[in-house]
Structure formats: C-alpha cells, structure tokens
C-alpha cells in the first residue's frame, strides 16, 4: 500500500522522520509492502509545499537546512497549514509544530481538519494530546482512523502503546518519574559544584535549553507532560495551570551539598495517583535517595515508574547518553513506531 504524507511543521523532529523514514525505507517495503511519498510540508518562516505526485523531499530538507523556502517545490500555491493538509491527498499527517501549553493551537486545529479529511493523525507535540485528547479521539474513532502521540513523553520511548497494548484492563494507581532532560542535567551538574547559571549556560550549549529556560527550569515542560499521561491513561483532563509545577531555581548549592552529605540527591519529580477516584498531580524538586529507581536517573537519563493494581512497579527508563539524549532522533522515532503501527494494520 502507498501512503501519501503530509508534515505540518518542519523542524529538528519533523526533518529527522523525514531522514529517518528515508533510511528505513526499503525495510518497510520488505517487512510491510508500505512505500510512501512526502505530498505536503508546512512551516513557519520557511513556506509552504504542495505536489500530491510526491515533493523532492531531499530537496525540501536541503531549502530548509540552508534557511530557503520550499515554496519553489511546490504545484499549489498554498500559503498556511490548513491549506497544505487540505491539498496534500495524504493520508497520514504528522503534526510537528511548536507546543502552546496554553491552549494547544494551532496544532488542534491542524489535527481535526486533517482527521476530518480522513487522514490518520501522529503528533509529537503535547499541546492537542493535554487540550483535545478526547475530542480528537473521538474524530478519528467516528472516521475509522488513529490519533497517536508515542513521542509525546519520554522522546520515542513506548509509554502510552506499552500501557495500552501490554496492560490491558489493568487499573493505573500512581506513576513516577523523571520527564525533564535539561533540569536533570542541571541538577548532575550541581552536584560536581558546578553553579546553577553555568549548568543552564551548558544545556544551552548542546542545544537543550532554549535561551529563555524558564519553559524546563520552571517545571512547564515537565508538567504538560504529566498531563498528557493523566489524560490519555486516566482519560481525566488536567492543564499544567492545575499543577503548578514548581522548578529548580530555588535549589541552592548548599542544599545540593547537604543532600550529597546524606548520600541524597535533588531530582524533579514528576507524579501522580488516583485517591479516591481524584487525581492527585505534582511536578516539584524532591530529595530521593538510593532506594528510589529516580536516585541512578543522572544528567540527560530520564524515565517512569508506574504503578498499577497487577503488576506493581513497571519502569520505563531511558538511559544517559552524551549530546542530546530525547532529542530529534528518539522523538522521530516515536513518530516512526506510531506510522508503522498503524500502517501494518
Ligand atoms: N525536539 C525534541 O526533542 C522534542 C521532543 C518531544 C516533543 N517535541 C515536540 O515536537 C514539536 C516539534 O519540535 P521541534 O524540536 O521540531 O521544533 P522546531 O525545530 O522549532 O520546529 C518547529 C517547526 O514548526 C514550524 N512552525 C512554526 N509555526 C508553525 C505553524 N503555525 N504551522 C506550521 N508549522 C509551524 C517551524 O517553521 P520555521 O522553522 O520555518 O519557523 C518548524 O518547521 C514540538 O511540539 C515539540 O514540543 C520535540
């Protein structure tokens, strides 16, 4: 079967897919007979492409890569998302574009048009996953279609398919775990006495931090990633505004130096549990200590342990990796395993 494909959003994640399903390419032919071919690309300040006969996808990365506009590629004269998903004759769309914790625009609104046209909808941003999770459930349900978002926690490590294929009917009661690659690294980089402005400098650096860190230093990111798996798993909707993370910035060196003294160390905790039916959610610095799977979790490492009424710890770990571990290429994978889970179907 051929699979026509439109990328909404074309970034860090949405080029390495495109690499990435160029690589595997004539392994999906053999494993799956899928072949596929790139019919619609939007972006932000780089244009807009259309060919539902298959765009020169190694041309549209190098216009990208070299900061040009795709626009020349394209047989339509397309000029916003909408537009480009409406024209592409896809049928998968990957929506890549920059979260809004907010209110998840423009993403839903790329996700239900593309659903309401009959196009399977993957997605590595978690801003439809916490604002529309149900609603676009639903959609693609009514249409005979998925909604996937593996890549949404924890970069291309299977989460959400690991609770949904491997645990069927059992009851979730609480997780636990490190979401935030770029706080983790903060917090390993204090403990060998480095200060707080020179670990930030760092993650900078690599390219994990962006220039205004507040999104991970303040505990955002990892709350709406919290809230993506209290959606999904419980089915319960939860904005990051409910959680009120706290972040790091109020971790000082001595606190760091104590903690070490006591054989302790300062990670951000990401959890949540079902009391009573209520959902009980936090993102906040905690001293753990040797016993806690989270104390091994060092720099970029990060993981989830869940906790459910049969099986009592599950752990999903990610482990450390030099440059930028949950970066582009484990995200694009995630794309990658939800594409070829709903292909081989
Ligand atoms: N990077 C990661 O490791 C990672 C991990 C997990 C999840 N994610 C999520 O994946 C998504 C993409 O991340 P990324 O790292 O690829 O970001 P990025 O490099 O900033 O790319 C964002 C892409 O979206 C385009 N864009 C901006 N506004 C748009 C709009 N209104 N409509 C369509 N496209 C628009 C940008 O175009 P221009 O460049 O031309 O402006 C760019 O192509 C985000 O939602 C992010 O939270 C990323």
């Known amino acids: 079967m051929h699979y026509n494909l439109a990328l909404i959003g074309f970034g860090n994640v949405a080029r390495s897919l495109a690499k990435l399903l ?20 939007s972006t932000g300040r780089h244009g807009f492409a259309v060919n539902p006969n298959g765009l020169d996808i190694e041309k ?55 659903l309401n ?14 604002h529309g999770y149900r609603e676009l ?6 249409k005979g279609k998925k909604f996937r978002f593996e890549s949404t926690v924890l970069g291309g490590a299977p989460t959400f398919s690991v609770m949904r294929e491997a645990f069927p009917l059992a009851e979730l009661e609480s ?15 204090m403990e060998n006495e480095e200060s707080y402005e020179e670990a930030v400098k760092y993650c900078q650096s690599i390219g994990v931090a962006e220039t205004d860190p507040t999104n991970d230093v303040d505990g955002w990111d990892a709350a709406i990633k919290v809230c993506a ?20 910035r109020g971790i000082t060196p001595e606190m760091i130096a104590k903690a070490k003294s006591e054989n302790k160390r300062y990670k951000l905790v990401c959890s949540a549990e079902k009391v009573n039916g ?8 905690q001293l753990v200590d ?21 099986i009592l710890d599950y752990s999903i770990a990610l482990s450390e990796k030099p440059g930028l571990q949950g970066g582009p290429v484990e995200t694009a994978y995630g794309l990658f395993a939800d594409f070829v889970n709903i292909v081989k179907q």
Do not use: C, Y
């Not at 397309?78 to 914790?101: G, K």
């Not at 209520?278 to 610095?285: D, F, L």
């Open 137 to 142: 459930t639903k959609l693609a349900e009514s």
């Open 290 to 310: 040797s016993t806690s799977p989270l104390f091994g979790m060092m720099n970029s490492s990060t993981g989830v342990t869940f906790r459910t009424d049969v």
């Open 175 to 189: 997780f636990k775990g490190i979401f935030n690659a770029t706080t983790n690294i903060i917090l390993s980089r």
């Open 60 to 114: 549209a990365l190098e216009l990208v890569e070299s900061g040009k506009d795709i626009f020349p590629l394209s047989t339509f004269n397309v000029q916003d998302s909408l537009s480009v998903i409406q024209h592409s004759q896809a049928n998968i769309m990957f929506e890549n574009s920059p979260v809004n914790t907010q209110t998840g625009q423009p993403a839903l609104d790329h996700i239900r048009a593309a």
């Open 22 to 41: 160029i690589r595997k390419r004539d392994l999906l032919k053999a494993k799956h007979d899928v072949t596929f071919s790139f019919t619609g690309i």
């Open 229 to 248: 798996l209290v959606t999904v798993l419980w089915d319960t909707s939860l904005t990051p505004q409910e959680i009120k993370p706290i972040g790091i």
């Open 278 to 285: 209520k959902i009980i959610a936090s993102v906040s610095p």
């Open 117 to 130: 046209l009959g196009m399977h909808a993957i997605t590595a941003n978690k801003g439809p996953v916490v």
